[in-house]
């Protein structure tokens, strides 16, 4: 409860109650036509044909457009002045525009304000590039405090923030509980050489590469857990597929018989998020020229080895020994379920167990083999899933197979050693998901601040 005895307060909650009664959001001017109207927010566009003087002003909820007449002199000299990315309150009229002049193009293409007076909140510098062009990645980047306000970014990550309330709304319904795992951490779970490791006081730790074994520990807690996280992977290159620090959407589950209850949530999961995007983003993937895509009843699936018996026909390659899929198998793969089963979603499954990380359920129907898989959407690997190890001793056993002392990981074994379910999980990689989603080349696209091995907001080498 906010203390209103407290003076400070009270007046900046008077303050700010009297701004938002006054203010109308530009998607809601319809429901005032005739009246006299405030808005707020940035002038988008401002166009001088002399007497008339047009803005598009932008707020969070949409763009509309509004007249300065030279019969309002004092609003008239203000819009003169206005320039893109000014920050505005202006009040008018909101008139329904004649038939023939209605933009069809715009949710507000019907009302035009007639503004009556223009206060400025502050000013802005002219832009360091065209808004209206073509920009190049870099440029895109360098300027993203800019560029995130252009409509193509507000479409992307509004339909990012519609794909995590999905995500949590789901879960939270069947039974989840949301868990906010730590990001530093003593050993790191995937066993890979792509941590970064730094000083904590002395001792090393590690950035989080993903929230395993939390996720798993708090299965003995709540048997249902997710989260959606920021996690780390020192990749160094630069790829259309890699981020060094990327958003990984997580559950858990407890009392599964086998990691195929894993993939039917998973699958149940993005029907929902599929339904909330055709109820929510229709605009946004209208903007971008994508397409919701259909989740089928059931989603095909191979084993790897089915898989690669197919690449190697189709393309005369012999990955049979491979344990890992290519870019470009993966792209094919995709390829291949859309003609054969019409899904944009194909499962890979039983990826052999030498090359899974420690905590991995061996098939004890086809031995050296994962319960476990991979789910590739439109070209791309978005998650890994699979059953986990939930007795002690074996995994104390795949930890030394694996070449590493089971000493180190004597907290996470706790939760072992005193009773877990079998379960299992997945992780799915949120900027992935968004991109192929979107249609966007590049899964640094889908960050708000990407970073990779030549960029932390700014290029490293500048
Ligand atoms: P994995 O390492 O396969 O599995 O990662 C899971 C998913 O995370 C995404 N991803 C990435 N996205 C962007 N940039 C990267 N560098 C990157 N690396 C991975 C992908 C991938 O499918 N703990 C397991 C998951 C589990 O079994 O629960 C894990 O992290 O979409």
Redesign the pocket.
């Known amino acids: 409860m906010l203390d209103i005895r407290c003076p400070t307060f009270r007046f900046k909650l008077t303050n700010l109650c009297k701004f938002m009664n006054e203010r109308t959001y530009i998607k809601n001017a319809h429901e005032k036509i005739g009246q006299e109207i405030v808005i707020a927010g940035w002038v988008n566009v401002r166009r001088d044909h002399g007497k008339l003087i047009f803005l598009d002003v932008r707020d969070a909820t949409g763009i509309i457009q509004a007249v300065a007449l030279p019969s309002h002199k004092e609003a008239h000299d203000a819009a003169k002045e206005l320039r893109p990315e000014w920050v505005v309150s202006i009040k008018g009229i909101a008139n329904k525009r004649p038939e023939k002049m209605i933009n069809q193009d715009s949710p507000t293409g019907d009302i035009e304000l007639e503004i009556t007076s223009i206060e400025i909140f502050s000013r802005a510098e002219e832009l360091p590039f065209d808004k209206d062009g073509e920009l190049n990645l870099d440029t895109y980047f360098d300027y993203l405090p800019l560029t995130l306000r252009t409509e193509r970014s507000r479409a992307i990550f509004s339909v990012q923030a519609n794909i995590i309330a999905a995500f949590r709304n789901f879960l939270t319904e069947n039974n989840f509980v949301e868990i906010q795992p730590p990001k530093i951490i003593g050993e790191d779970?995937?066993g890979g050489a792509n941590s970064f490791t730094f000083d904590y006081f002395g001792h090393t730790a590690h950035l989080a590469?993903?929230p395993?074994f939390y996720k798993q520990i708090m299965v003995g807690v709540f048997e249902k857990v997710f989260t959606t996280t920021s996690v780390y992977?020192a990749?160094k290159h630069s790829t259309t597929?890699?981020?060094n620090e990327?958003t990984?959407l997580?559950l858990e589950m407890g009392f599964i018989n086998d990691h195929r209850d894993v993939m039917r949530t998973e699958r149940a999961l993005l029907a929902h998020i599929m339904r909330v995007l055709e109820e929510t983003s229709k605009k946004e993937f209208a903007l971008l020229g994508a397409e919701i895509p259909v989740v089928p009843e059931e989603i095909p699936s191979l084993k790897l080895r089915e898989a690669q018996k197919l690449l190697s026909e189709a393309l005369g390659v012999d990955c049979a020994n491979e344990p890992d899929l290519e870019p470009q198998h993966e792209r094919w793969l995709c390829e291949y379920a859309q003609k054969t089963y019409g899904s944009d979603f194909i499962f890979i499954t039983h990826f052999p167990m030498s090359k899974r990380p420690m905590y991995t359920f061996e098939d004890p129907a086809d031995k050296d083999y994962a319960r476990g898989f991979?789910l590739l959407f439109r070209g791309i690997?978005?998650?890994?899933?699979?059953q986990r190890i939930h007795e002690y001793q074996t995994l104390v056993e795949s930890i030394k197979k694996k070449g590493l002392e089971p000493e180190k990981f004597s907290f996470y074994l706790q939760a072992f050693k005193y009773g877990m379910p079998p379960h299992g999980?997945?992780?799915?990689?949120l900027?992935?998901l968004t991109a192929k989603l979107l249609g966007l080349e590049n899964?640094k696209e889908a960050a708000l601040f990407p970073r990779d091995i030549n960029r932390i907001d700014k290029l490293l080498s500048q």
């Open positions: 779970a995937e590469q993903s395993q992977r990749e597929r890699h981020l990327y990984s997580d991979d690997e978005i998650t890994t899933g699979g999980g997945f992780g799915m990689g900027e992935r899964v």
